[in-house]
């Protein structure tokens, strides 16, 4: 069951406030014993009644679960390097930092509810009933229906700020890929311009070599011409071994 789902059960519309349930009733209806029971849990231990608990109503720190400059510092030191290595905190390695107990730790926190709504004695019963079930638990706990809200506050704004921290060192990372790949686009460019010119160069080189070649050919069928003729005179024509090819 995920943090929001279960506080929806504390911060939407209820009885009005100081609503009684008759005894009659409650004792004949299992459902009306259960409002019996949300009744007397909304009055508090010393009686008192309370507004329904809505969320503008609920007397809670919106902000509670987030560091200051100097202990956000420190956040970022611990979980510095984590977008780059891949390791990113687990909710519980947040909590711990943000100095709240763990999803496992002892205590009458948010997940001690929702290990209290997952029991097996609450499955397939309505929602009043469950929620009167966890009333009357807190209650008996001496723990307010803001003290459990106000700790599942603190985890979310503790998730909220790890996650802007993170998101930071992503657009750090993201910056500097991008500038380095910019850098590597740069450096592709300017060596496939070199290249383009060495094999610009080695073309013209060779055409050199070839024009040199042909003009050499021409050389060596003259002095070819210069051998025959000379050999022409020696030897019948059909015979001269001197090749003008």
């Known amino acids: ?30 459902e009306v014993a259960a409002e019996a029971a949300l009744a007397r849990a909304e009055e508090g231990p010393v009686g008192r009644e309370v507004e329904p608990r809505r969320v503008r109503d ?39 930092s943000h100095a709240l107990p763990t999803s496992t730790d002892e205590g009458f926190h948010v997940f001690h509810v929702e290990r209290l709504l997952d029991s097996k004695y609450l499955q397939g019963l309505g929602r009043q009933v469950k929620k009167a079930s966890i009333l009357v638990a807190l209650e008996a706990n001496q723990v307010s229906i803001e003290g459990v809200i106000q700790d599942a506050i603190s985890r979310d704004n503790a998730l909220d700020q790890t996650e802007e921290l993170l998101r930071a060192e992503l657009d ?58 000379t050999v022409s005179i020696l030897v019948e024509e059909h015979a001269n071994p001197i090749t003008t090819d």
């Open 172 to 229: 750090v990372a993201e910056h500097d890929i991008k500038t380095r790949n910019t850098e590597i686009e740069e450096e592709i460019a300017l060596f496939l311009e070199e290249k383009r010119k060495e094999m610009s160069d080695n073309r013209a080189l060779l055409q050199q070599k070839q024009n040199d070649f042909d003009q050499w050919l021409v050389v060596k069928r003259q002095e070819e011409m210069r051998l025959y003729n």
């Open 58 to 96: 609920l007397d809670v720190d919106f902000k509670a679960g987030r560091l200051d400059e100097n202990q956000t510092a420190d956040l970022g030191s611990m979980f510095d390097g984590a977008m780059e290595t891949g390791t990113l905190p687990s909710p519980d390695e947040i909590y711990t």
């Open 1 to 30: 069951m995920s943090m929001k789902k279960m506080l929806n059960w504390f911060v939407t519309v209820e009885p009005e406030a100081g609503a009684k349930v008759p005894k009659q009733a409650a004792d004949k209806d299992p």
